[in-house]
């Protein structure tokens, strides 16, 4: 069975930067979306960024638009988030999720295969 595998959180200050991967194994990774969604303490998983298989496009909810970069090397079944000038509204455990192909990106409700979660802790 396959698996999705997170790591790449910590503690880092207002300001700071991360960089989240996701390694894929079996066959959850090839020919489909992928994303990151998170949650904070106390509020309902959200999508954060999606890619698309080919790599060529991706999506972002507006709070991340110009901080965060989500890519992928399929060679390698690895999915990244770059995460720039990182707030603590930031704050959360982040999710790699594989997207079932059908319904938005932008939902939780589109993807079928979750990776266990990296915490990502932002100090002011």
């Known amino acids: 069975q396959g698996q999705l595998v997170e790591s790449g959180g910590g503690l880092v200050q207002a300001g700071g930067s991360l960089r989240l991967s996701c390694v894929a194994s079996?066959?959850?990774?090839?020919?489909?979306?992928m994303g990151w969604l998170r949650q904070a303490p106390g509020k309902e998983r959200e999508f954060v960024a999606a890619?698309?298989?080919?790599?060529?496009?991706?999506y972002y909810t507006d709070s991340v638009k110009g901080r965060f970069t989500i890519s992928r090397d399929n060679a390698k079944n690895t999915l990244y988030l770059q995460m720039n000038s990182l707030a603590p509204e930031d704050t959360a455990v982040y999710y790699c999720?594989?997207?079932?192909?059908?319904?938005?990106?932008?939902?939780?409700?589109?993807?079928?295969?979750w990776g266990q979660g990296t915490q990502v802790t932002v100090s002011s």
């Open positions: 079996g066959h959850i990774f090839n020919s489909y979306a």
């Open positions: 999720a594989k997207h079932s192909g059908g319904g938005d990106y932008d939902a939780a409700r589109g993807y079928d295969y």
């Open positions: 890619i698309n298989w080919i790599g060529g496009r991706t």
